[in-house]
């Protein structure tokens, strides 16, 4: 019922930026809250960040916090996270999910989300 795209992954030297986009499609609700999650070859897939889709609360893994920021356009559908200060350790492929709970702050569990995207890949070089 809801499709998510990610977008805006790609190479870039440590220290730099990025900015990842994730559109919601399909039946949305305003109370969702969307995540932004992780994960390397051979790794468990980790939380990066959340946003409560309505009221705008945020969460962010102790890894990425000062270096990312997570926001949205509701107008768009659409849910952005911003990565500064690029580590090696970073890289992974990102997807985000849709919540459909209504938790403040929102949830950091993987199995809370209802629905993924595909993906994105996050390389970061030393």
């Known amino acids: 019922q809801v499709q998510l795209v990610e977008s805006g992954g790609g190479l870039v030297q440590a220290g730099g930026s990025l900015r990842l986009s994730c559109t919601a499609s399909?039946?949305?609700?305003?109370?969702?809250?969307m995540g932004w999650f992780r994960q390397a070859p051979g790794k468990e897939r980790e939380f990066v960040a959340a946003?409560?889709?309505?009221?705008?609360?945020?969460r962010y893994a102790d890894s990425v916090k000062g270096r990312f920021t997570i926001s949205r356009d509701n107008a768009k559908n659409t849910v952005y996270l911003q990565m500064n200060r690029l580590k090696p350790e970073d890289t992974a492929v990102y997807y985000c999910?849709?919540?459909?709970?209504?938790?403040?702050?929102?949830?950091?569990?993987?199995?809370?989300?209802?629905?993924w995207g595909l993906g994105t890949q996050v390389t970061v070089s030393s």
């Open positions: 399909g039946r949305t609700f305003s109370s969702y809250a």
């Open positions: 999910a849709a919540d459909a709970s209504a938790y403040i702050p929102p949830r950091n569990s993987a199995y809370g989300y209802n629905y």
């Open positions: 946003i409560n889709w309505s009221g705008g609360s945020t």
